[in-house]
């Protein structure tokens, strides 16, 4: 029965970390109004840096996180990494200037998160085993169900009581994040500690173990892992941007926070029917979904600056926020198919490490853009560009993955099976010899 408690926490988890970091279009536009002053001609620039630094930070600790996770169990990082979060975001709203968000809002706060983050995925797995797919389903709706709410939320709260104390409002969150984190009791027994302990060996595994590099040998893997990147320098662009874009076009005239609501609703969508169409394809041929969904995306983000009534622009987030939900919830089916159950964890952990930094760059330069040409409309055409190529590039980890099945089947022709033959003979002629002197024994 606790396992359902743990799954209500992994739920607020996700969708407490997402939803603050997806509503991040709401807070840019605040963040311009408060900081950026009319003769700041780099405003959008400098601005956007918090936005984007917060979420690559998430990405980029994943790989230090699943080491910490292995180490000192879910429960510790967890509880830890919510309180640091819970620091950061409160520290954000006693600032008076741009640069300070910098460290407490795009480090401080987003490290937090990827620490909080991470074990909530790994404690399910735990608990569950039957209903593991289904519990994984729910939890990452989490996200989806923050994002739709938290856009009308946060213009609601930065209308009424301004930007310092809706972060003060949002730290609410972060806190009771902190006390979910509780929860991960852990349930696998450390016997194999205690049996270390008794031998007298050290407690910390081997380097290799930690860092598991050996995963980057896998060539179908590797090109996963720089393909994705590759393709996500624009994927970030729309949800820091797009409301000022909005903005800009169309003045307060619209609602722009529905575009969030419709980008989070066709995400939880996408998630539930492309994890379940990933079922039925079989290997590595579940990576064609993905270039799929890379080419929606970035179809929708050049057709962004198209879209001159707002009803189109409602349209393009429909269809975009249904591939994003696709490309998410694949990661971890192709990282099992790619390097295998042994090392997926890890194989996630250096791809989303890999991924922040693309996602930290490409707001930016949409920002600079923007600055210097008064538009974004250039940046949007622009940021469609790498999911094009990124899903150009990961068309051919299928063919490449089966080429390497091959060659493994065909590998253990020369050296390796001779020695096992002869050992397979001489334990033939031992077990004979053995059985009438054994038979002799017995009838003794």
């Not at 917060?54 to 990405?59: D, N, Q």
């Not at 919510?82 to 490290?111: M, R, W």
Request: proline share 5%.
């Amino acid at each position: 029965g606790w396992g359902w408690v743990v799954m209500l926490a992994a739920m607020w988890c996700n969708g407490a970390v997402f939803g603050i970091q997806n509503s991040c279009g709401v807070l840019f536009v605040s963040m311009l109004q408060l900081f950026g002053g009319s003769e700041d001609k780099q405003q959008a620039f400098k601005t956007a840096w918090v936005s984007s630094l917060s979420m690559g930070m998430v990405f980029f600790c994943s790989p230090i996180v699943s080491i910490f996770t292995d180490l000192f169990g879910c429960r510790k990082v967890a509880v830890i990494g919510a309180a640091v979060g819970f620091a950061g975001l409160l520290s954000s709203s006693f600032v008076s200037t741009i640069e300070p968000l910098y460290f407490t809002y795009g480090i401080l706060f987003a490290c937090g998160c990827s620490f909080a983050y991470q074990p909530s995925l790994v404690i399910l797995g735990h608990y569950f085993k039957k209903r593991l797919g289904l519990v994984n389903g729910i939890v990452t709706a989490g996200s989806s169900l923050f994002t739709v709410s938290l856009p009308f939320l946060l213009r609601v709260l930065i209308d009424s009581v301004g930007l310092y104390n809706t972060l003060r409002v949002l730290s609410v969150l972060m806190f009771i994040l902190f006390l979910a984190g509780f929860t991960y009791k852990p349930l696998v027994s450390d016997t194999k500690d205690k049996e270390g302990g008794k031998k007298g060996k050290f407690r910390l595994p081997p380097g290799k173990k930690i860092c598991n590099f050996s995963v980057f040998k896998v060539l179908s893997y590797r090109i996963w892992a720089f393909g994705i990147p590759a393709a996500l320098f624009g994927y970030f662009v729309p949800y820091v941007h797009l409301m000022n874009h909005v903005k800009d076009r169309f003045g307060d005239s619209v609602p722009e926070e529905v575009l969030l609501l419709c980008l989070g609703i066709t995400s939880g969508v996408g998630r539930l029917i492309f994890g379940r169409v990933a079922d039925y394809i079989p290997g590595a041929k579940k990576v064609y979904l993905q270039v799929a969904s890379f080419f929606f995306i970035g179809l929708m983000s050049m057709m962004i600056p198209l879209c001159h009534v707002f009803g189109a622009l409602i349209a393009v987030c429909l269809f975009m926020g249904l591939f994003d939900g696709c490309f998410i919830c694949i990661m971890a089916p192709i990282a099992f198919e790619l390097v295998g159950a042994q090392d997926v964890s890890q194989a996630i952990g250096f791809l989303l490490g890999l991924m922040s930094i693309p996602m930290t760059v490409g707001p930016p330069i949409a920002g600079l853009l923007h600055d210097h040409l008064r538009t974004y409309d250039v940046a949007f055409y622009l940021a469609g560009v790498p999911p094009l190529i990124g899903g150009a590039i990961l068309c051919f980890i299928p063919w490449v993955h089966e080429r390497q099945k091959l060659k493994e089947r065909a590998k253990p022709v020369d050296g390796e099976t001779t020695e096992k033959m002869l050992e397979n003979e001489s334990t033939l002629v031992s077990d004979a010899t053995e059985k009438p002197v054994k038979e002799m024994e017995s009838g003794f």
